[in-house]
T-cell receptor
Framework: DAKTTQPNSMESNEEEPVHLPCNHS???????IHWYRQLPSQGPEYVIH???SNVNNRMASLAIAEDRKSSTLILHRATLRDAAVYYC?????????????????FGTGTRLTIIP | KAGVTQTPRYLIKTRGQQVTLSCSPI?????VSWYQQTPGQGLQFLFE???????NKGNFPGRFSGRQFSNSRSEMNVSTLELGDSALYLC???????????FGQGTRLTVV
């Protein structure tokens, strides 16, 4: 599995934007970049994913470098509820024939602390 | 729509015993994966089931096993429990095709 590298921890002030970086220099041309987060005492939850173009959803934005060797998860206005461990994961592309390939390889992630 | 349900939420077992954990996926989801989370090793993949067949397996000893039923519900079993098996066991379901995974809240297993 292609490897990702993230900072162990980050802090941000409440109501400020947060940029969480992820390096994936060995990414293959077809790997998708997925982000999950795990709030305290919860299972991980999906945040966002993308391939090449920047992506936005109600939770966050994903900015992908032109060479795809790095990406940044952006929380536009952090709240205390965003305090969690954020994981950047590379995955095979979603294909109709791609059954039995749902394994997620979690790294150590980034522990995000929000300061009130 | 109901989420992924794991039972029980908490469990205390003695070394040498065996344990069975249950996972009910989201309706319509045919893939169920299991993960072990410990402070030392983080989140590690155990195995994945799709249409009642194990499709993928992580690097765990044979004491860890699982199965999936025709209604997609899954169970995992750990035999001859060791202290190091104390962990949060998480189940995830999805539709397949490398789509978004939905996780349950986990079963916290303590082996004493």
């Amino acid at each position: 599995d292609a490897k990702t590298t993230q900072p162990n921890s980050m802090e941000s002030n409440e109501e400020e934007p947060v940029h969480l970086p992820c390096n994936h220099s060995t990414i293959s041309g077809t790997d998708y970049i997925h982000w999950y987060r795990q709030l305290p005492s919860q299972g991980p939850e999906y945040v966002i994913h993308g391939l090449t173009s920047n992506v936005n959803n109600r939770m966050a934005s994903l900015a992908i470098a032109e060479d795809r060797k790095s990406s940044t998860l952006i929380l536009h206005r952090a709240t205390l509820r965003d305090a969690a461990v954020y994981y950047c994961i590379l995955r095979d592309p979603p294909l109709i024939s791609n059954f039995g390939n749902e394994k997620l390889t979690f790294g150590t992630g980034t522990r995000l602390t929000i300061i009130p | 729509k109901a989420g992924v349900t794991q039972t029980p939420r908490y469990l205390i077992k003695t070394r040498g015993q065996q344990v069975t954990l249950s996972c009910s996926p989201i309706s319509g989801h045919r893939s169920v994966s299991w993960y072990q989370q410990t402070p030392g090793q983080g989140l590690q993949f155990l195995f994945e089931y799709f249409s009642e067949t194990q499709r993928n397996k992580g690097n765990f000893p044979g004491r860890f096993s699982g199965r999936q039923f025709s209604n997609s519900r899954s169970e995992m079993n750990v035999s001859t429990l060791e202290l190091g098996d104390s962990a949060l066991y998480l189940c995830a379901s999805n539709k397949g095709q490398s789509t978004e995974a939905f996780f349950g809240q986990g079963t916290r297993l303590t082996v004493v």
